[in-house]
């Protein structure tokens, strides 16, 4: 038999030390976590870069016979360049905003002018076209596209380059069975062709026509108080700081649901006990904290590092100033001894995570806040909402992020630092709830405690 | 003992302890001494308030009055001296036996050098060499058991609580559990244990500790238990109708209390003033005997007898 060892009596640090240790291998460096936590985004990433290959159109080529019924006889050879030539990046992107600023703003609409960004990507065209001279063969020629002879008709009326006259002086009858896409392209052919013989007819050069109607977008630069200059990214500066809060959330709630599910599995493990008889429950409760704080620092570092790599590749790294990331830091400390606490104590209650999300649920609700409002706040971030709910927890530190983010107006001095102040008081004090309840709920079996239970238990001696 | 200089005669020193869960009055008062390197077992139904004592004990739960003294001290300043097997068992079902022991073992303050030699020692020494490298969830019960139980003794403890260490052991694993129990006695460990089989604890306890509803009812040697039940009994097994036996016995004023067992023998309590010789003689006056022997003290009866629970073991005819 081995003989009894003489040995120094571990100090309390060692053995929250230990605990931490334990924590973030068994769950840091699993390969659950490296697949979930790092392969997967990365993954992710990937697949956005790559989905405009993977959703390269396949569209079928368009092929038959196009009957154009024009009198004038000039709208078919235009047309018909057009078609077999590809819009430009450009003129589809001016044909998006068009119709962007002259749809109605319902999702579906909205989805339809979304679908011009398709024609990026037209189908190839295997087109036989045959003009009509005789206007009045009209019938003759729907029936052809009803019998499917040809693919598509076009009318257009005599006096359709009168620009006067209505938008029906072209009309396109098409079979039902033709793709939307192929009807874009044809659209877009016939349109276009109309209003460069109008151009043409008017005697104005089109070149200057177009070079006049693109006027330039305004120069936008930012004066800061200190007299600095910057570029304005508008849409960057509402990114960033969603981007922080969003990386705030991450980081914290995979780390506290894995601190919520392990608690849970200790308990029900009934290796609680057994941890108990070499800690007290303090030591415990701190190792898993800080064990957990471990992992949420190597998430934070991973995935902040890539933000901060990537700003700073593409030469945008002014738009993260040192003081967002010195508020984002305390943020983050104090988001994660808040909703640890939280979690540990819920953990320690409980028998099960169903069980667990009855008693988390109604906090999630005040934690959604951040993520469902997060633009309004950054637009206005001295506003009411976004005022009160920076102090109260535990949505605080999300909102409080956004706020001191927000490039719009600066949030006065006194209200970051009592925020702060406020913040971090009231994680001190989740975090001594937390351990009152984790003291007397993990050697608890049976039916869940109710919040006035665990408020009692939270007070007992 | 590694530190027995700390302490003088008593490992554990309970003083008017009580304990409410809720309504539930789980223990009622309990003052006790356990004398270092004793084997003190803890007897008592379910629910008697055992596992909440030795909680106690263990400064897993603090007592609502009374104090608790453990190796000199509080058992919140000794966790490193001493080794607990809880009631409900548990280990980490992901992680290698190796790495849990080693991991339990620095918790108590083993220092890493030569651990895993160690952790592998007593391995081999409980019939589970080659098992180090694997999941805890990959071993049998009774294997998880003997891990559970090596946890608890890994640091060489000065104290050691085992609550139920034999329940679901099969008895070739009982016998090594046995033997180790009695090898940490003979290092100089005092040992408590909780236990329902009253053999094993009639078997290795040098004291007994009985606790019903939640007060405790018996705390004496083993020694002390045995000279008050042990020879003043005798076992008969009659020839004739063992109910008729029975009532001439204590008719003959030979016993004051005899029972009657399914198997057809007789348990005679003696009567004041006989000895064990008189009432052999006496009896044979009575009747012819297939067999006839000293009654030994059954920790068995005792336990029921205490507890209230004798009417379920044969009939009893009172004198």
């Known amino acids: ?461 | 003992m590694a530190s027995s200089q700390r302490f003088q005669t008593a490992a554990v020193r309970i003083e008017g302890v009580e304990k409410h869960f809720g309504n539930v009055h789980a223990v009622r008062g309990i003052s006790l001494e356990i004398p270092e390197r004793s084997l003190c077992g803890f007897l008592g139904p379910n629910g008697a308030g055992k596992s909440t004592t030795i909680r106690m004990i263990m400064s897993i739960i603090s007592p609502d009055r009374g104090t608790v003294e453990v190796l000199g001290g509080s058992a919140l300043s000794m966790k490193d001296r001493i080794g607990y097997l809880p009631e409900d068992r548990g280990l980490y079902r992901k992680m290698r036996v190796g790495e849990f022991l080693g991991y339990v073992a620095r918790l108590k303050g083993v220092h890493a050098t030569g651990l895993s030699r160690r952790i592998d020692d007593w391995l081999e020494r409980l019939a589970l060499p080659g098992v180090a490298k694997r999941r805890c969830e990959e071993l049998s019960k009774g294997q998880q058991q003997k891990i559970q139980l090596l946890a608890s003794i890994i640091h060489a403890p000065d104290l050691l609580i085992l609550d139920e260490p034999f329940s679901g052991l099969d008895p070739v694993n009982g016998r090594i559990v046995l033997d180790l129990i009695r090898e940490e006695q003979a290092r100089g460990a005092t040992i408590i244990f909780s236990t329902h089989q009253m053999h094993t604890a009639e078997a290795l306890c040098d004291r007994i500790v009985l606790i019903n509803k939640g007060e405790k009812v018996l705390d004496t040697t083993m020694a002390d238990l045995r000279a008050t039940h042990d020879d003043r009994g005798l076992v008969c097994e009659p020839r004739a109708d063992p109910a008729a036996f029975a009532e001439a016995a204590r008719a003959r004023g030979i016993a004051r209390h005899a029972r009657l067992h399914d198997n057809g023998a007789v348990d005679l309590e003696l009567a004041d003033g006989q000895t064990t010789e008189s009432a052999m003689s006496a009896v044979l006056e009575i009747a012819p005997m297939r067999s006839i022997a000293l009654r030994r003290m059954n920790l068995d009866d005792v336990f029921v007898e205490i507890v209230g629970g004798s009417d379920a073991k044969g009939a009893k005819i009172d004198a």
């Not at chain 1, 993954?43 to 390269?56: D, K, Q, R, V």
């Not at chain 1, 819009?87 to 962007?100: C, I, K, T, W």
Request: aromatic share 6%; net charge neutral; hydrophobic share 50%.
């Open chain 1, 1 to 461: 038999m081995p003989n009894s060892p003489q040995r120094p009596r571990p100090s309390s640090f060692t053995r929250i030390s230990m605990v931490a240790w334990r924590e973030f291998r068994h769950t840091a460096l699993t390969k659950g976590f490296i697949f979930g936590a790092i392969v997967v985004p990365i993954l992710m990433f990937g697949l956005i870069a790559l989905m405009p290959l993977l959703l390269s159109d396949k569209t079928p080529p368009l092929v038959g016979t196009v009957v154009v019924a024009d009198p004038s006889g000039t709208i078919l050879p235009r047309a018909k360049a057009i078609l077999e030539k590809p819009a430009s990046m450009q003129e589809v992107a001016q044909d998006l905003a068009e119709e962007l600023s002259t749809t109605p703003k319902d999702t579906a609409s909205q989805m339809g002018a979304m679908s011009k960004l398709s024609d990026l990507n037209p189908a190839p065209v295997q087109v036989e076209w045959r003009s009509e001279r005789d206007f009045n063969a009209v019938e003759s020629i729907k029936a052809e596209v009803r019998d499917g002879t040809a693919i598509a008709a076009a009318t257009i009326q005599p006096d359709a380059l009168d620009p006067s006259k209505p938008a029906t002086a072209l009309e396109l009858f098409i079979p039902s069975s033709l793709s939307p896409k192929h009807v874009r392209q044809l659209q877009r052919a016939f349109r276009q062709a109309l209003e460069d013989e109008r151009i043409a007819r008017s005697g104005v050069d089109a070149q200057l026509l177009e070079r006049l109607a693109r006027a330039p977008e305004p120069a936008t630069t930012r004066i800061s108080p200190q007299g600095s200059e910057a570029e304005e990214r508008t849409e960057l500066r509402m990114i960033v700081p969603g981007a922080f809060m969003m990386l705030l959330w991450i980081t914290i709630f995979t780390s506290a649901n894995y601190l919520l599910t392990t608690t849970i599995e200790e308990k029900s493990n009934k290796v609680m006990e057994v941890l108990l008889a070499a800690t007290s429950p303090m030591e415990l409760l701190a190792g898993k904290i800080f064990g957990y704080a471990l992992v949420s620092t190597v998430m934070l570092v991973m995935y902040g590092g890539l933000g901060i790599a990537g700003l700073a590749a593409g030469t945008m790294l002014d738009i993260v100033p040192i003081e967002h990331l010195v508020y984002f830091l305390l943020c983050f400390v104090m988001a994660y001894f808040m909703v640890a606490s939280m979690m540990a104590a819920v953990g320690s209650a409980v028998s099960d995570l169903r069980e667990a999300q009855s008693l988390v649920g109604p906090v999630m609700m005040l934690l959604i806040i951040p993520l469902v409002l997060w633009a309004p706040i950054i637009e206005n971030p001295n506003g009411l909402l976004a005022t009160i709910m920076s102090f109260v927890p535990p949505a605080s530190p999300f909102v409080l992020i956004l706020r001191l983010t927000a490039a719009t107006e600066p949030i006065p001095l006194w209200q970051t630092l009592l925020a702060l102040t406020w913040g971090f008081a009231c994680a001190y004090g989740m975090v001594w709830i937390a351990a009152r309840i984790f003291r007397v709920g993990v050697l608890m079996q049976g039916k869940p405690p109710t919040p006035r239970e665990l408020l009692r238990w939270a007070m007992v001696r």
